[in-house]
């Protein structure tokens, strides 16, 4: 507090966020957090002191406090470790969205994007007569004139592991490849193949490749094929 001399008297003043009381000579707390509804001075939440009060952006998800102190500024996510998405990040006011390229979708975590099959789409389907190969965010048509620098790609044969066979399909017509010998096939892009067990035997893990556009096959060839356990 302040006393100020006056001609015959004196006159108290109190510090900002302070006012003087009914009794003229003590100070009192403002609570400015009265105003606006509760808000103050804040943009979001405003929390009363004794002679002030703090901001916070508690009640704004995505947002922090600004370099004033009174307002709040949104959070770039997509800064920190891309916000999770494992492409495209676009940062919007107190969230983040994740975004993929044309060809990809998200997958149910709306963070990883995942290829788009377009070769089970009906209308890609009647399109691609004589077959589709579906590649990383778009697809091909086989037998198409513009498929003829493709004719000599062809991917390496396969060769099963110790027990089971390679079950291959193109166009719905299926042959198979043992270890021995294999019969007679050009594994040309489209070519599916997996593994097949016999009886007694189950697979383990995942045995599903194709051949690409560029004479490499594609997928996953970690399966094999385990002897069944039976349980009394």
């Known amino acids: 507090m302040k006393c100020t001399n006056t001609l015959g008297s004196y006159e108290c003043r109190c510090p900002k966020g302070l ?50 102190g ?71 048509c086989l037998g198409m004139q513009n498929d003829q620098a493709s004719v000599n790609i062809v991917c390496k044969p396969l060769f099963p592991p110790s027990r089971g066979f390679i079950r291959c399909s193109r166009n719905r017509a299926f042959q198979s490849f043992t270890r021995k010998g294999r019969k007679r096939i050009i594994n040309s892009p489209g070519t599916v193949c997996e593994l097949i067990c016999p ?9 599903h490749v194709m051949c690409g556009l560029n004479g490499q096959w594609v997928g996953e060839k970690d399966g094999k094929c385990l002897e069944r356990r039976y349980q009394l």
């Open 199 to 207: 009886k007694k035997y189950k697979i383990s893990r995942k045995y």
């Open 19 to 68: 006012r003087l009381s009914d009794d003229l000579k003590t100070c009192e707390d403002v609570n400015e957090c009265l105003l606006r509804n509760g808000h103050g001075p804040c943009q979001d939440t405003c929390v009363n002191t004794f002679g002030h009060y703090n901001c916070s952006c508690a009640g704004l998800n995505g947002t922090k406090l600004a370099a004033d």
């Open 70 to 140: 009174e307002s709040c500024e949104d959070l770039d996510e997509c800064a920190k470790y891309n916000a999770g998405c494992s492409h495209e990040c676009i940062n919007t006011l107190g969230r983040a969205f994740c975004s993929c390229p044309q060809g990809m979708e998200l997958s149910h975590d709306w963070r990883t994007c995942q290829d788009i099959d377009e070769c089970e789409d009906d209308v890609i389907k009647k399109t691609c007569e004589n077959g589709c190969l579906n590649t990383i965010g778009s697809y091909h």
